[in-house]
């Protein structure tokens, strides 16, 4: 079956520029999630969704990220005045309901920040 | 916060050989997963160890627990060239968020 999808794989971008990052996850799993990779390191939690519900924003690292799910489907990830340091990868990642599922994740997306 | 961390090693070995890597965590879990990641993209889902679990196995892979010392290693058996990746692992906690720690790069030599 079709897996998580992330569009576009790589974006680079101007600073100061907005970028849409949108994640098309696995159908019927509920829950989403956001991490952000940068380079040699491990993955940062960014959101998490429930339905079209963000409970858990904490991992968002400034105003200028936001992010919405509608259609208890597609996520957008929206990343204002970008900078350099918002260089990374951008992962998302679903899964079904339960408390031991397995979180499944998408390609990502390369954001080059120039 | 929680966070699964990774001793920070490289490891280089050839085929057919046993690649060994340990994780640390800092406090209580539900369960520990290992995940992969080739050239740096998506990441996929190696196995699942519940708290309750001291040992598990899959394939190739033997993971091990110790929730005593906050503890987890990933054993590859009999490696081959295409288990060259970044193994990650990551504790669950609140929302099921995953905290994964940096990683260990694997290279198996042919």
Request: glycine share 8%; charged share 20%.
């Amino acid at each position: 079956g079709a897996g998580v999808s992330q569009s576009p794989s790589n974006k680079v971008t101007e600073k100061g520029k907005d970028v849409e990052l949108r994640c098309d996850p696995i159908s019927g799993h509920t829950a989403l999630y956001w991490y952000r990779q940068r380079l040699g390191q491990g993955l940062e939690f960014l959101i998490y969704f429930q339905g079209n519900s963000a409970p858990d924003k904490s991992g968002l690292p400034s105003d200028r990220f936001s992010a919405e799910r509608t259609g208890e489907s597609v996520s957008t990830l929206t990343i204002q005045r970008t900078q350099q340091e918002d260089s990374a990868v951008y992962l998302c990642a679903s899964r079904t309901t339960g408390s031991q599922e397995t979180q499944y994740f998408g390609p990502g997306t390369r954001l080059l920040v120039l | 916060s929680q966070q699964g961390e990774e001793d920070p090693q490289a490891l280089s070995i050839q085929e057919g050989e046993n690649a060994t890597m340990n994780c640390s965590y800092k406090t209580s879990i539900n369960n520990l997963q290992w995940y992969r990641q080739n050239s740096g993209r998506g990441l996929v889902h190696l196995i699942l160890i519940r708290s309750n679990e001291r040992e598990k196995h899959s394939g190739r892979l033997r993971v091990t627990l110790d929730t005593s010392k906050k503890s987890s290693s990933l054993l590859i058996t009999a490696s081959r060239a295409a288990d060259t990746a970044s193994y990650f692992c990551a504790t669950v906690y609140g929302n099921n968020r995953l905290a994964f720690g940096k990683g260990n790069q694997v290279v198996v030599i042919p």
